[in-house]
């Protein structure tokens, strides 16, 4: 039997428990009541479930036909699996607004209850949505049907489930004006397990286009988005001296698939992927009822970082920024770094020019302060202050055009935030980086070996997980640069060690051994 006949017979196993038990509805005409103001209309959901049942529906019939079970599957279970990921956002938060009911009934009636419809008492009554929030704790059956046929044959099955089951997800989180914090965080989890099986699966990732983004490059621009790392960072200075015309070398926009998965695959880091993974899907809401002309909360989208230095800050940051132009919030997504140093000048007058120079050159990006707090150091006659005062208003004056990201440790951050009444309201969200575990570490000195064409033998690993023990882990740890310092050393030493050797092997240019790592002074 072949693995994809396979993989369809574990799924027809599988419909024994389908995801959605329908009890007898009531038949009567369908009762509703007045819409909120600012909710959206009651058919907001009807194109979303459609696209998934379409497409959905056509990648299962393909393969129930290559696997000669066509006689076994109906479009029933496709309007199934989106009535219970529809469901599982509902639930969510275990809160069932009427507006969130009404617009249930209005996409999945036609497909599930028949001609007649139920109302949404009817609905509440039967309990099809309680408890369904478990339906999205991980991939469905169906799902992994879809990833193991793509595997086989390099197919885009799994991505289309995905693309219209987020789609799906998004559109239920925006009914309401409010959207909470359990939508948010199931639907991030639920992305996170999809991305995360595909991955492991090894199923290719379609080209941007497949995700509504846009493939054309303009001329000199590279052909594909900012590689990983600090490509797409500058400091003050560098923005300063850009050529006026670098909007036109701009590459477009990377899918938020790519930099979400790129997210994920940074080493440790679990609370931020998950807050990073809440702010996104919260400005994806956002953007649709935006584009319908709903109501929508105000939230700032400026965000405090605390933590040690080398935890990541930056690099989450780079990818914040791109995530922001991905969604429309910002045009060119740069992130430019700055300091106290290039705020604040000497001279009465100066620093309010210094540091609206600096944020012109963040406008449409992301300006990221390094060690923000310095700012509010030395009273009130300090020249911080005055960056501080010219910083807030020009937030207000470019809210639409600019993102502000202020780092540093978290007691003196708090210490910035009260320095000024309008810093609190515009930086309400503070993710915080944890420190690395001494494992976390060593999977960064991996990182780093591999990238430098080195490797650690297994006596090297070892003493690497000795070495980051004995570290005193105290305000000012080294975390990720601590791990960069202790290859640089052990570089060092190993080309000291291979100085006398005559004619090298490759494997000894290449391995790192404990010797090359005894005596590395710590820090």
Known sequence: MSRLSSAFDAWLRSRTQPPFDLPDLGRGPRSTGPTPPGAPGADVLVAPVQTFVQEVGQSLDELAGRAGRAEGTSRQDVALEVAALAAGVIDADAVHTEAELEAYLTALGPLLFGTAYASTRDLRGAGIIAGRRTFLHGPSPLFELLVDADATDDGQRSWRYYRAAMDVLHVVASIDVHTSQAE??????????????????????????????????????????????????????????????????????????????????????????????????????????????????????????????GTGKTTVARLLAEIYRTLGVVDRGQLVETDRAALVAGYVGQTAERTAAVITTALDGVLLIDEAYALARGGEKDFGREAIDTLVKMMEDHRDRLVVIAAGYPAEMATLIDANPGLSSRFPRTIHFPDYSDEELVAILDLLTEKRHYELDDDAREAVRTWFSAVQRDKGFGNGRLARNLLEAAITRHASRLRDVEDPSDEQLRLLTAEDLAGVDQP
């Not at 199931?186 to 379609?206: D, H, Q, S, T």
């Not at 006026?244 to 080493?267: F, I, N, S, Y």
């Open 184 to 309: 948010l965080e199931l639907i991030g989890r639920f992305r996170a397990a999809l991305l995360g099986r595909i991955r492991a699966a090894g199923v290719p990732r379609p080209e941007p286009s497949f995700f509504g983004l846009t493939t054309a490059v303009p001329p000199g621009a590279p052909a594909a988005g900012p590689p990983p790392g600090d490509a797409a960072t500058a400091t003050a200075g560098q923005q300063a001296d850009a050529p006026a015309d670098a909007e036109d070398a701009l590459p477009p926009p990377r899918p938020l698939e790519v930099l979400l998965d790129e997210l994920d695959g940074l080493v440790g880091l679990e609370p931020v992927k998950a807050e990073v993974r809440r702010v996104t899907d919260l400005l994806w809401v956002q953007r649709l009822r935006a584009e319908r002309g709903m109501d929508n909360s105000e939230q700032s989208r400026h965000l405090v970082f605390t933590g040690n230095p």
